[in-house]
């Protein structure tokens, strides 16, 4: 079982920027793909990026130019830059890793919220 840690998040206001981290909280060395999903208050989830082992990149189309997924592999970690942030931004931020298996792992969310 892998559980995922979440962390970066909190209150900021319009144009500013978080960064959130998330990583497993034990050894795990077979995570294909990890990502970031978000589900504001009434709203579906939906996905906000995601990076493959290979380092490839897919975003939604509301944060490209505005938000940035990295990750290191030796520390399984995956990093969510964002900047120029909306108040439309604001929702709880999920992260998701998928190992070689196929299973699928969610973390327990991070709240961002940004204040016009």
């Known amino acids: 079982q892998v559980q995922l840690v979440e962390s970066g998040g909190g209150l900021v206001q319009a144009g500013g920027s978080l960064r959130l981290s998330c990583g497993p909280s034990?050894?795990?060395?077979?995570?294909?793909?990890m990502g970031w999903y978000r589900q504001a208050p009434g709203k579906q989830r939906e996905l906000v990026a995601t990076i493959t082992s290979g380092n490839s990149t897919n975003y939604a189309d509301f944060v490209k130019g505005r938000f940035t997924i990295s990750r290191d592999f030796a520390k399984n970690t995956v990093y969510l830059q964002m900047n120029s942030l909306k108040p439309e931004d604001t929702a709880v931020y999920y992260c998701t890793a998928v190992l070689f298996n196929w299973s699928s792992y969610w973390g327990q969310g991070t709240q961002v919220t940004v204040s016009s």
């Open positions: 034990g050894r795990v060395f077979s995570i294909k793909n």
